[in-house]
Nanobody
Framework: QVQLVESGGGLVQPGGSLRLSCAASGFTFRNVAMSWYRQAPGKERDFVARITSLGFITDYASSVKGRFSISRDNAKNTMYLQMRSLKPEDTAVYYC?????????WGQGTQVTVSS
């Protein structure tokens, strides 16, 4: 079965950095695009970044462009989100996402809190 496991979240001060990981299994990871989303308390889940199957094309939400970097290691079936210059408004639960045959799969999420 499809499984997505996020890790790497935590508490960080404004201006700090974190790297999130998403370990995938149950499907052919190297063949599919992957995405990160986030959900702040009381808000809808929003798109953060997307990367194509071989990693050649990436796309970012305007709010994170220039600060976040998405990447993947197809040999390890793992996707990453490098986050820099973090702001309090980046505080959210971050989710890994893949769409397979029209079905959207999500991980359990990892909490990122940006606070002094």
């Amino acid at each position: 079965q499809v499984q997505l496991v996020e890790s790497g979240g935590g508490l960080v001060q404004p201006g700090g950095s974190l790297r999130l990981s998403c370990a995938a299994s149950g499907f052919t990871f190297r063949n599919v695009a992957m995405s990160w989303y986030r959900q702040a308390p009381g808000k809808e889940r929003d798109f953060v970044a997307r990367i194509t199957s071989l990693g050649f094309i990436t796309d970012y939400a305007s709010s994170v462009k220039g600060r976040f970097s998405i990447s993947r290691d197809n040999a390890k079936n793992t996707m990453y989100l490098q986050m820099r210059s973090l702001k309090p408004e980046d505080t959210a639960v971050y989710y890994c996402n893949v769409v397979l045959a029209g079905i959207s799969y999500w991980g359990q999420g990892t909490q990122v809190t940006v606070s002094s």
